[in-house]
């Protein structure tokens, strides 16, 4: 009987507002960590795959693709590389201040819809998706010149 009254008032105490934000606030840097230390290996990953793929290029680039089409691929490679890139800043920010950078996020995602534009293939793509594709990139592009203009305040 007693054991269990002790055991109620530990539950008590860990729920009472502070205790619980605590335990959120060490959850969540758990999180964060084991998601940089993920990123890390996928930046990796990706690294060595544009390097595979670089030397493969090297020592022999097939005839029947033209140098563009390779050259686009290289570029989507490394565009991954930096989006990759980004999101772990964004951890690695989320880390330090514990809060969201809008203004990263924005950043990363004009480098993941310009990625997508610059590897597109204009011969499958339907014109709306050209068309959404551009207002996305218009719209991100305003709203990060709206924080760029706000934070200068």
């Known amino acids: 009987m007693w054991r269990s ?4 008032k530990q539950i008590r105490a860990a729920f009472k507002d ?3 934000l605590h335990a959120l ?3 969540e840097g758990i999180v964060s960590k084991v998601l940089s230390v993920a990123m890390i290996l996928v930046i990796l990953l990706a690294i ?3 390097g595979v793929y670089l030397v493969q290029i090297l020592v ?3 005839e029947d693709e033209p140098f563009t089409k390779t050259l686009f691929k290289i570029f989507g490679l490394f565009l991954n590389v930096l989006i990759a890139l980004e999101i772990l800043e964004n951890i690695t920010a989320y880390l330090k201040k514990h809060v969201i950078q809008v203004e990263l996020v924005i950043v990363t995602s004009l480098i993941a819809v ?3 534009i610059i590897i597109l293939d204009l011969e499958k793509t339907s014109g709306v998706d050209i ?3 551009g207002i996305a990139l218009l719209s991100l592009a305003i709203s990060y010149w ?3 203009y706000m934070n200068t305040k």
């Open 60 to 62: 022999s680039q097939p």
């Open 48 to 50: 060595w795959n544009l």
């Open 114 to 116: 310009a990625r997508k």
């Open 131 to 133: 068309i959404g594709l």
């Open 146 to 148: 709206i924080i760029r």
């Open 18 to 20: 502070e205790n619980f």
């Open 25 to 27: 606030e060490t959850i």
């Open 5 to 8: 009254k002790r055991l109620t």
